[in-house]
């Protein structure tokens, strides 16, 4: 028998598998108050989260133990 794969719970926080395997990052910093003093471009490119990259995915995916 195996040895079952503890993930990396500071992984776990920080990112989320999707549907189709892909990897999502964590929710962009500066979001939470003082918006208004924020200009609409700026909060718009904050509100998108972005995937992993390809080169990084597999790391991830290991600490993750996917």
Known sequence: MGKKFKSKKSVA???TVTGTGKIKVRKQS????LMG????KR????KDQPLLKKTQE???KRMLGI
């Not at 003093?37 to 609409?40: C, D, E, L, Q, V």
């Open 30 to 33: 500066g979001r939470s108050h």
């Open 37 to 40: 003093s924020k200009s609409p």
């Open 58 to 60: 597999l790391a991830v």
């Open 43 to 46: 909060k718009r490119q904050m």
């Open 13 to 15: 926080k920080r990112f």
